[in-house]
């Protein structure tokens, strides 16, 4: 399959974004900028994860699945252990049942995402019955959210995949319809995203409807800055972040663990600062991470069980 060059700078700059997050989270997570970035970044990986996946049942069904449990579980499972290993046996159930997985969440929900759009591949539909379809599949696991004792909706990633389902069948749908978001629908998308996220802040709150049509609005409107200036020489960083960004995704989580106590607080109450210094970690966790995966695959088996390569 080609890789389209926005496409990869765009998942260059979501993960960016991600250790941005992770950041604010663990130093400033009250900052308006950590609500913002919530907003989008990992809508936009679960968006070209729906962009990229499969048109038709292009091998069988078995060999996909060992194909998507090699890229993304294996790695999965590895990172887990290393993890369960460092932070003793009692972190045994958060990284294998926990709502986070300590971090780790993203891998088992897009293999399982994958599995079951490839299962509705697999039966010859029509347009509206395929659409019909992803919306009855929505309706089941927001009832299987609400009924589901916490541990084994976890342990499915029920809440991840009701969370991000429909965002994953748009990239899909935009990439399959060859749907174009044209200069009115990306200025309507961005309009509408950035009343809804400040309206949030002020009165919002946790209305689920609303956070779920700023992730589509706030996804569409970055996927069409990222079209318009694909060309951009300023894109060769990013693209190669996005070309590696599952590796970074993985690794930076060690890396967060190095760093200790508020030091960004000798800036004070500063938000530029703070920003500019917490953007300028990002950068350099995800050069480091790219370095790390690079040096690590030359070996075969660290390639195969850290990476899925």
């Known amino acids: 399959m080609n890789r389209l060059i926005y496409l990869d700078s765009l998942k260059g700059f979501s993960i960016i974004l991600v250790i941005l997050g992770h950041l604010y989270l663990a130093y400033d997570s009250d900052s308006f900028i950590f609500s913002f970035l919530t907003c989008f970044h990992m809508p936009i990986f679960i968006y070209v994860s729906g962009f990229l996946s499969s ?18 579980l294996l790695p999965y499972v590895s990172f887990c252990l290393i993890n369960v290993f460092i932070d003793g046996i009692d972190s045994l159930f958060s990284y294998f049942l926990g709502f986070t997985r300590g971090g780790l969440w993203f891998l088992p929900t897009i293999w399982l995402m994958n599995i079951i759009h490839y299962s509705i591949l697999s039966v010859k539909l029509s347009k509206k019955s395929f659409f019909l379809i992803i919306i009855i599949v929505e309706l089941i696991l927001l009832i299987l959210r609400c009924c589901l004792p916490e541990n084994i909706s976890n342990f499915l990633c029920i809440r991840h995949l009701s969370t991000y389902w429909l965002i994953f069948q748009m990239g899909y749908a935009f990439r399959i319809f060859n749907i174009e978001i044209s200069d009115l629908l990306g200025f309507i998308a961005t309009i509408l995203f950035l009343t809804l996220w400040g309206s949030s802040l002020l009165y919002i709150g946790t209305n689920e409807v609303l956070r779920m049509i700023i992730r589509f609005s706030s996804t569409i409107s970055v996927v069409y800055f990222f079209i318009r200036v694909a060309n951009s020489p ?16 993985i690794l930076h989580y060690e890396f967060l663990r190095l760093i200790g106590p508020d030091f960004s607080s000798v800036f004070g109450n500063s938000i530029l600062m703070r920003f500019i210094l917490f953007m300028f970690i990002s950068v350099f966790i995800a050069c480091f991470c790219v370095s790390i995966k690079r040096c690590l695959s030359k070996n075969r088996y660290f390639s195969l069980f850290l990476f899925g390569t």
Do not use: C
């Open 234 to 249: 300023y894109n060769r960083l990013l693209t190669t972040f996005g070309k590696e960004s599952l590796a970074i995704y």
């Open 55 to 72: 048109k038709k049942n292009q091998i069988s069904f078995w060999k996909y699945i060992k194909k998507r449990t090699k890229l993304l």
